[in-house]
């Protein structure tokens, strides 16, 4: 059986042919690349490869339903400020205060991040679901996605939204990126924040059900 992977967001999809929409951020079938069949070394002996698809699609719709949020992840290295959605930030440690963050590595921000060591956790409100589309549904290589938005510099050099609903402010020992497969694995201490308490933020479960708002808004 074919899987193919989402360029947007890293959805594996396993068939004959790519999905008519992504699951997870929407795309159509033209962002599915062929990544290959599925290993028979990833399949039990017992299980035929349809069964395998089901049991793969049944497991993927389990792991959308655990509850995360919705992120700008943003950074700057060779004079180029960039950022990307993120779904994947979980407080890890309290003491010292740390967070995970895993990233594809084909991103520009990935790389960006390896290099600076330093990057933003950008916190959206509900009404800043647009934002969403400019920095999850185009590469930073193509465009400048902090052009026409003002931003400041945080403590570290990262770009920061003016208008957010709050940031973390992190950085990464080099010992501490691991290689995940297709992604990185990064675990940073969060050296500053700023946060208004009460605040109600755009989460992941959230924009999936709002998604559809994203492209009626350019289509009028
Ligand atoms: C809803 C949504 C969630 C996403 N979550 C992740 C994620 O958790 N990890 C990741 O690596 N990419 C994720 N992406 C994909 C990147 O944001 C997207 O590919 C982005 O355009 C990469 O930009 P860059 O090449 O400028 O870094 C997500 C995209 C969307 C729309």
Redesign the pocket.
């Known amino acids: 059986m074919k899987q193919w992977r989402c360029?947007?967001?890293?959805y594996i999809h396993v068939g004959e042919a790519p999905p008519e929409k992504c699951p997870?951020?929407?795309?159509g079938p033209e962002s599915f690349e062929e990544i290959g069949n599925q290993a028979s070394s990833d399949t039990y002996l017992s299980e035929s490869v349809s069964d395998l698809a089901v049991n793969r699609g049944q497991i993927q719709g389990a792991l959308f339903q655990i509850p995360c949020g919705?992120f700008v992840?943003s950074t700057s290295a060779h004079g180029k400020n960039?950022?990307?959605?993120?779904?994947?930030v979980f407080q890890i440690t309290d003491q010292p205060l740390q967070i995970l963050l895993?990233?594809?590595k084909?991103?520009?921000?990935?790389g960006?991040i390896e290099k600076n060591l330093s990057f933003a956790v950008l916190f959206l409100r509900p009404d800043q679901i647009q934002l969403?589309?400019r920095?999850?549904?185009?590469?930073?290589?193509e465009t400048d996605?902090f052009e026409g938005i003002t931003w400041h510099a945080g403590e570290t050099g990262v770009p920061i939204l003016d208008d957010c609903g709050g940031y973390l402010e992190c950085r990464v020992q080099p010992e501490k990126i691991w290689d995940a497969g297709t992604?990185r694995v990064f675990l940073a201490e969060v050296l500053s924040s700023v946060f208004q308490p009460g605040v109600q933020l755009l989460n992941?479960q959230e924009?999936?059900s709002r998604?559809a708002e994203l492209w009626v808004a350019e289509n009028g």
């Open positions: 360029k947007i967001c890293g997870v951020c929407g795309a919705l992840i960039n950022g990307m959605i993120n779904n994947t895993g990233m594809d084909s991103h520009l921000t990935t960006l969403v589309k920095f999850g549904f185009q590469s930073g290589r996605k992604h992941y924009y999936r998604k």
